[in-house]
C-alpha cells in the first residue's frame, strides 16, 4: 500500500511575497537600464528616468524585506536562512543535485533552500551597498579614496550573476522537485509528499525527515534567537 500523501501548506506570508517581488522586478529593469547607460556615454533621459523609478521601488520593498528579516516571525525571519550542521548537509546535497544536472535526489527543506537562504543574506548586504552607492554618487563620489561609481558597477555584476544562476535553479528545482517553488512564491503555499515519519535515513548521503520534523526544526531555531 502506498504510504505517501500530499500536503498544500501556506509557506509564505503576503508581505514577503510582496517584497519578494517587487524586488525581482525592479532589480531586472535596473539590471536593464543600468548596462544600457554604462555603455552608452550620452543615454537617453528616458532610460535614466526608468532607472531611478526602478530604484523608488526597490528601496522600499528591500525595507519591507528587512524588517520582516529582523522583526518577523517564522520563515519571514532571519532564522530561517542561517546555516547550521543539518542545514549544511542538506546545502551539499543541493550542490550535488546541481553538479549531477538533477540526476541526484534533492533533499528536504521546509521554507528557504539550505543553499540558497545563507546566500540570499550575503545578496541583500550587496543591495544594500548597491543601493548606498547609487543613492550618493553623484554628490559624493568618492567614499575616502574608494569611487563609488566602481563599487555599483562591481555590485551590478555580482547581482547579474546571482540574478541569472537564482532564475536557472529555481526553474531546475521547479522542474526536478515537487515542492512547486515557483508558484509558491506566488500563492504562498508549498506541496509536500510526505511519506510515515522517518527520523533519519543513515544509508544514503541525504536526510529524509517528515514534515513535522522540518516545521519543528524551523520553530526550534526561532526559539533559540529569542533567547538570552
Given at each position: 500500500?502506498?504510504?505517501?500523501?500530499?500536503?498544500?501548506?501556506?509557506?509564505?506570508?503576503?508581505?514577503?511575497?510582496?517584497?519578494?517581488?517587487?524586488?525581482?522586478?525592479?532589480?531586472?529593469?535596473?539590471?536593464?537600464?543600468?548596462?544600457?547607460?554604462?555603455?552608452d556615454?550620452?543615454?537617453?533621459?528616458?532610460?535614466?528616468?526608468?532607472?531611478?523609478?526602478?530604484?523608488?521601488?526597490?528601496?522600499?520593498?528591500?525595507?519591507?524585506?528587512?524588517?520582516?528579516?529582523?522583526?518577523?516571525?517564522?520563515?519571514?525571519?532571519i532564522?530561517?536562512?542561517?546555516?547550521?550542521?543539518?542545514?549544511?548537509?542538506?546545502?551539499?546535497?543541493?550542490?550535488?543535485?546541481?553538479?549531477?544536472?538533477?540526476?541526484?535526489?534533492?533533499?528536504?527543506?521546509?521554507?528557504?533552500?539550505?543553499?540558497?537562504?545563507?546566500?540570499?543574506?550575503?545578496?541583500?548586504l550587496?543591495?544594500?551597498?548597491?543601493?548606498?552607492s547609487?543613492?550618493?554618487?553623484?554628490?559624493?563620489?568618492?567614499?575616502?579614496?574608494?569611487?563609488?561609481?566602481?563599487?555599483?558597477?562591481?555590485?551590478?555584476?555580482?547581482?547579474?550573476g546571482f540574478?541569472?544562476?537564482?532564475?536557472?535553479?529555481v526553474?531546475?528545482?521547479?522542474?526536478g522537485?515537487?515542492?512547486?517553488?515557483?508558484?509558491?512564491?506566488?500563492?504562498?503555499?508549498?506541496?509536500?509528499?510526505?511519506?510515515?515519519?522517518?527520523?533519519?535515513?543513515?544509508?544514503?548521503?541525504?536526510?529524509?525527515?517528515?514534515?513535522?520534523?522540518?516545521?519543528?526544526?524551523?520553530?526550534n531555531?526561532?526559539?533559540?534567537?529569542?533567547?538570552?
Open positions: 500500500m502506498n504510504s505517501n500523501g500530499i500536503q498544500r501548506i501556506s509557506v509564505w506570508s503576503r508581505a514577503l511575497r510582496i517584497a519578494h517581488w517587487v524586488m525581482a522586478v525592479a532589480v531586472v529593469v535596473l539590471i536593464v537600464t543600468g548596462w544600457r547607460m554604462e555603455s556615454p550620452l543615454p537617453a533621459p528616458t532610460l535614466l528616468d526608468d532607472h531611478f523609478l526602478a530604484a523608488a521601488f526597490l528601496i522600499p520593498a528591500f525595507l519591507l524585506r528587512l524588517y520582516l528579516l529582523f522583526f518577523s516571525t517564522g520563515t519571514d525571519h532564522s530561517d536562512c542561517e546555516p547550521d550542521m543539518n542545514r549544511l548537509r542538506s546545502a551539499a546535497a543541493v550542490l550535488k543535485y546541481y553538479f549531477s544536472l538533477g540526476r541526484s535526489p534533492l533533499p528536504n527543506w521546509y521554507a528557504h533552500n539550505p543553499l540558497w537562504g545563507p546566500l540570499y543574506l550575503l545578496l541583500f550587496f543591495l544594500l551597498f548597491q543601493i548606498l547609487g543613492t550618493f554618487q553623484q554628490s559624493h563620489p568618492y567614499l575616502g579614496m574608494i569611487n563609488l561609481h566602481d563599487v555599483h558597477i562591481i555590485g551590478a555584476y555580482v547581482i547579474t540574478t541569472i544562476v537564482h532564475i536557472l535553479t526553474f531546475l528545482h521547479d522542474l522537485g515537487s515542492g512547486s517553488d515557483i508558484s509558491a512564491m506566488i500563492n504562498g503555499h508549498r506541496i509536500f509528499i510526505l511519506k510515515k515519519p522517518i527520523s533519519t535515513q543513515q544509508s544514503g548521503d541525504v536526510q529524509s525527515v517528515s514534515l513535522d520534523e522540518l516545521r519543528r526544526s524551523l520553530k531555531k526561532k526559539r533559540s534567537n529569542n533567547e538570552p
